[in-house]
Structures are given as C-alpha cells and as structure tokens.
T-cell receptor, first 113, second 115 residues
Framework: DQQVKQNSPSLSVQEGRISILNCDYT??????FLWYKKYPAEGPTFLIS?????DKNEDGRFTVFLNKSAKHLSLHIVPSQPGDSAVYFC????????????FGEGTQLTVNP | DTGVSQNPRHKITKRGQNVTFRCDPI?????LYWYRQTLGQGPEFLTY????????KSRLLSDRFSAERPKGSFSTLEIQRTEQGDSAMYLC?????????????FGPGTRLTVT
C-alpha cells in the first residue's frame, strides 16, 4: 500500500526556469508533509515542510503548496539552479502514524545550464 | 561536524553471514530511526528509539534483524544470516523528542551488498 506517491521519476528543466515536483497521498490522517533532497552518496537533507492546516509555505526559492481536498502537494523551485539537481523525496508524518516518515519514490530533478 | 554519522559506509558480505551497522545521532537528539532504501524507492521505516527504548518496529523488520540503543546514544542494527534481498542502503536519522516540523536528520547511510 503506497500511501505517498511521486508519479514522475524524473524532471528536466532549464536553469532559471521553474521546477514543479508533485506528490499525492492517500492517508488523510497525515498532519505534516516534508520535502527532502538527496545527492548521490549522501543521506536525504530536509528542505521544507508544511502543516496540514496550511496551504502554502515559502522559504527562499522553495515553495510548497498543499491541496488537502485533492490529497496533493507540490514543490516549486524558482529560479532553478544547476546545484538543485538531485533526487527529491516527498514524505508525510503525523500523530496517527507515530514518528515514522512515509516517503514517496522520489523524483530525479536535472537542471540544465 | 555534529551531524548524524554511520559506519561503515559500505559493507560487502556473503549470504549467510551476520553484519552490524553503527549510527551516532546528533548528540542532543533523543529519537533515533532506522530506514532502508532500495533502488528506485524512497526510504522505508524500520524502527525507532526514544532514548534507549525501542518504541516501534515495522513489519519489514524480520526476526533476523535486531536493533539496540543501549545507553540512549549510539545505535546498532544487526542482520543475521544475510540474504541477497537484504542488499540496500540502511539509513539512520535522529530528531529531538518534539521536532518542530516532524523533520528528521539523516546520516549518509551504509550500503550493504550481499553476494
């Protein structure tokens, strides 16, 4: 049962343009949604999160949008930079799921100079 | 560097052998988590500790797997009688008892290859 899904295994964008990464979830009990970035040979690095009571959270070039009715969230990166090239994981958590993070499969973002 | 550290970074073993991995969390973090990541998938939760108490175990954690955190600091994950299906990246993460945004901080992982 894949409770968090990222349907796009890869995304390629030009430097300076917007990157939009998508994530869908099925468990309405999730309270928090997080995005992690992973470079090769490193562990995932926390990027940004959003509470289920909000619909938008912004941090510099990164903005996460949450649509609870659609059980969908997205990460926008503007402007995209070559250093943003990495695998991005969507994750969800909440009191109902204990302390575990439930991850999606990941999306490989490539930003071309 | 005060991040999460894991040792070894790579381990190659033959099927049937036992292996043990170590994780040192961020020093002020009370919670410690183990995840497993296979190719093309996101990390999957295995177990977590609050100080020295193991509070939750995933059904992925078969009888051949055991984790300890004896003094509430570092943790070890042991796999007995390894199988080829155990080949994966094993990730450790830590967090404060009440993380502000449920964030967890990950180590670089131990890549296990079972031949």
């Amino acid at each position: 049962d894949q409770q968090v899904k990222q349907n796009s295994p890869s995304l390629s964008v030009q430097e300076g343009r917007i990157s939009i990464l998508n994530c869908d979830y099925t468990n309405s009990m999730f309270d928090y949604f997080l995005w992690y970035k992973k470079y090769p040979a490193e562990g995932p690095t926390f990027l940004i999160s959003i509470s289920s009571i909000k619909d938008k959270n912004e941090d510099g070039r990164f903005t996460v949008f949450l649509n609870k009715s659609a059980k969908h969230l997205s990460l926008h990166i503007v402007p995209s930079q070559p250093g943003d090239s990495a695998v991005y994981f969507c994750a969800a958590s909440g009191e109902a799921s204990g302390s575990r993070l439930t991850f999606g499969e990941g999306t490989q973002l490539t930003v071309n100079p | 560097d005060t991040g999460v550290s894991q040792n070894p970074r790579h381990k190659i073993t033959k099927r049937g052998q036992n292996v043990t991995f170590r994780c040192d969390p961020i020093s002020e973090h009370n919670r410690l988590y183990w995840y497993r990541q296979t190719l093309g998938q996101g990390p999957e939760f295995l177990t977590y500790f609050q100080n020295e108490a193991q509070l939750e175990k995933s059904r992925l954690l078969s009888d051949r797997f055991s984790a300890e955190r004896p003094k509430g600091s570092f943790s070890t994950l042991e796999i007995q009688r390894t199988e080829q299906g155990d080949s994966a990246m094993y990730l450790c993460a830590s967090s404060p008892t009440t993380p502000v945004e449920y964030e967890q901080y990950f180590g670089p992982g131990t890549r296990l290859t079972v031949t």
